[in-house]
T-cell receptor
């Protein structure tokens, strides 16, 4: 079946601009996660949704970052006033439940470049 | 604090060699999960294995095997008879079963080990 889909695959934006990154999880997966991966590093947790609600947003670096999942399926990560340090690959993952131990299924990511 | 250390940044081997990727973790929880993921050049993280803290049995899946030792907080991954297609970055990850909204996987990743298998 279809995996986690992320769009766009690449996004280049100028410093100070606003961007939206989209994630379409695997159908039926209630848990959704956003991670950020900088060059040469492992992914770092940003936010977790169980259904429509953000159950844990402790990984968001500051208030320029925000994410929504209004209908419990597609999620959008929003970054305001982008900075060059925001450049990274943003990964989305989903899993069937929020239960600890459920493997996460990752998308291919969106590579964000802030110039 | 939780932490995952993959001390090997890069490993280079010739095809058919065996290779072991090391993973050491730190956690105060008694209940936790350990994972290995593969990230090929395409960028997608591919799930390989999950192990919970109560199951110390080693596991073998084809050419892959995993050695979990709680006494040394290690969860090492061995590829037997490596192939060029095994070339990728491999990540070890730790999840503590957070008792919040039913529990969920807040994965903490190591920095990864880049494996290059040459013909």
């Amino acid at each position: 079946g279809a995996g986690v889909s992320q769009t766009p695959s690449n996004k280049v934006t100028e410093k100070g601009k606003y961007v939206e990154l989209r994630c379409d999880p695997i159908s039926g997966h209630t848990a959704l996660y956003w991670y950020r991966q900088s060059l040469g590093q492992g992914p770092e947790f940003l936010i977790y949704f169980q259904g429509t609600g953000a159950a844990d947003d402790s990984g968001l670096p500051n208030d320029r970052f925000f994410a929504v999942r209004p209908e419990g399926s597609v999620s959008t990560l929003k970054i305001q006033r982008t900075e060059r340090g925001d450049s990274a690959v943003y990964l989305c993952a989903s899993s069937p439940t929020g239960t600890g131990g459920s493997p996460l299924h990752f998308g291919n990511g969106t590579r964000l470049t802030v110039t | 604090a939780q932490k995952v250390t993959q001390a090997q940044t890069e490993i280079s081997v010739v095809e058919k060699e065996d290779v072991t990727l090391d993973c050491v973790y730190e956690t105060r929880d008694t209940t936790y999960y350990l994972f290995w993921y593969k990230q090929p050049p395409s960028g997608e993280l591919v799930f390989l294995i999950r192990r919970n803290s109560f199951d110390e049995q080693n596991e073998i899946s084809g050419r892959y095997s995993w050695n979990f030792q709680k006494s040394t907080s290690s969860f090492n991954f061995t590829i037997t008879a490596s192939q060029v297609v095994d070339s990728a970055v491999y990540f070890c990850a730790l999840s503590e079963a957070v008792r919040f909204s039913g529990g969920y996987n807040k994965l903490i990743f190591g920095a990864g080990t880049r494996l290059a298998v040459h013909p």
